[in-house]
């Protein structure tokens, strides 16, 4: 446990000297700011401002005191509030090792001990129990009861991380991003985004073993997935894309179809997405290759191109402004993170990261939130890559399709951060199944030529269509999208026959 002095505690909290501050000579260094420093690397250690006054043996409003001295002297935030935890900001990322490494070498210095200052033998007869006089005491090793068999101590980890070099070889490096996600759950941090970038970057080029791999996968996943982590895959996997990606005047739209392997619940949303391209917006579907179900059946339906690469997905967008990229093709190797669910047996960031991947650059998305978490994971990761905008339907999970049975709240996400909105229901039940001898394909078939009419499959496809206008044009009102999806379902133009 690191104690700072607590006499006074008042003495700790007084503001920081700003004329020593001003000085360029070595009198700028001030016994406070030196506390501060000592405070810094137990809030970064910490990750709270609780558990940093519990390690200093101080009280929480003299820490967070501490905290506010500390956002003042580096005018940053220091430590900035993800979800229901606080994260290091990019500024601290970089100090904390060097922080660490100055309080390590004090601890040292403060218990080091003259070796030849031995403290004097009785003259006694010796015991089984004392050592002999003339030989010297050797010392007894010991180990750390909080500490696993093999487990590295905090000083030996950081060392080690330290030592680690940008030109280090690929799976060196990556070890060392593994090792930063290891110690005890109350110890355990996020990469930065950097960190993150370069770890799936490693990985991505086919550059890491097998066993980083899945080390990575399950660290981030056992901890919980942070916005930088998030953000600094999205990016390397951004960086593995090739060609020029949308360069049309009209705005596109990027919708992810990752529905969960066990969901049957026709995807309507599709419809939607073909009502959208025919009135002109350019309309990326990307998900895996659809084997038998109710994507593959839509698709078919509605006569949407599944294409394997970028360059065949912008000459469809080119013709017919719509297609489905199969992933596979386009991104092998973040779709193969993907597919290593049913290896460990989890979802992981891959599944998250593959929502935000907007391969061809549209830069607005609408996606449904993933696994049961909120918004604000997506959000931190877009605040992080600085640039994309996304619209999150967080009463669906894992694609965006509208509920008109119940309410819809939507997070609009970007990189200044997060709106919050919510629709009431347009229908008073959940939609029934289908009718006898009605396939999801053929039932949509029958309700886009007229043959069938079914109100609640209608208002999905309806609203599915108004949530896309909204998240192309996000200070368009519901009503005046639904309004417009309505006339979209009206003036549909007919599927081509065979």
Request: without cysteine.
């Amino acid at each position: 446990m690191t104690r700072l002095d607590r006499a006074p505690h008042d003495a700790i909290a007084q503001p920081v000297d700003t004329a020593a501050q001003s000085r360029g000579d070595g009198a700028a260094v001030t016994l406070t700011q030196l506390r501060l420093l000592v405070a810094l690397d137990a809030l970064l250690r910490a990750g709270s401002v609780s558990g940093a006054a519990a390690e200093l043996e101080m009280s929480v409003p003299a820490a967070s005191r501490l905290l506010a001295q500390l956002r003042a002297h580096y005018d940053d935030p220091i430590l900035v509030r993800e979800g229901r935890r606080m994260v290091p900001s990019p500024l601290a990322e970089t100090l904390r090792r060097r922080v660490a490494a100055l309080t390590r070498e004090a601890r040292l210095l403060l218990t080091a001990r003259d070796a030849d200052a031995a403290a004097p033998i009785p003259s006694a007869a010796p015991s089984a129990l004392l050592p002999f006089p003339d030989r010297a005491r050797l010392p007894l090793r010991t180990a750390d009861p909080n500490r696993l068999d093999g487990e590295p101590d905090a000083d030996s980890l950081l060392r080690r991380l330290d030592g680690v070099a940008d030109s280090d070889p690929p799976r060196v490096r990556l070890a060392a991003h593994v090792a930063r996600l290891s110690g005890t759950p109350g110890q355990r941090r996020p990469l930065s985004m950097p960190q993150a970038e370069d770890a799936f970057g490693i990985i991505l080029r086919g550059e890491a073993d097998p066993v980083q791999v899945g080390a990575l996968l399950a660290s981030i996943q056992q901890r919980g997935v942070a916005g930088p982590e998030l953000a600094g895959l999205v990016a390397a996997a951004r960086a593995q894309r090739q060609g020029p990606g949308w360069q049309g005047n009209a705005p596109g739209l990027d919708w992810p179809v990752y529905p969960s392997p066990r969901q049957r619940r026709p995807t309507w949303f599709l419809a939607a997405a073909r009502l959208l391209a025919d009135a002109g917006t350019p309309v990326l579907l990307h998900g895996f290759t659809p084997h038998e179900g109710p994507v593959s059946a839509l698709l078919d339906a509605l006569q949407i191109p599944q294409v394997d690469t970028e360059a065949e997905a912008l000459a469809a967008l080119q013709t017919g402004r719509i297609a489905y990229l199969r992933i596979e093709g386009a991104a092998p190797q973040l779709a193969a993170l993907g597919n290593l669910y049913a290896v460990l047996g989890m979802r992981t960031v891959a599944q998250i990261g593959l929502r935000l991947l907007d391969p061809l650059r549209f830069g607005v998305t609408l996606g449904g939130v993933p696994f049961g978490g909120g918004g604000g994971l997506l959000t931190s990761a877009l605040q992080h890559l600085r640039d994309g905008r996304l619209l999150t339907v967080l009463s669906q999970r894992d694609v965006a399709q509208a509920t008109p049975h119940r309410w819809m709240p939507l997070a609009l996400s970007g990189p200044e951060g997060e709106v919050m909105t919510h629709v009431a229901p347009s229908l008073d039940h959940a939609p029934e199944g289908l009718p006898t001898g009605f396939g999801p394909g053929e039932m949509l078939t029958a309700l886009w030529q007229g043959r069938e009419r079914d109100p609640a499959i209608t208002a999905i496809i309806r609203d599915s269509a108004a949530l896309a206008l909204l998240a192309l044009q996000p200070g368009l009102n519901f009503a005046d999208a639904q309004a417009e999806a309505d006339r979209m379902w009206t003036d549909r133009r007919p599927l081509v026959a065979g």
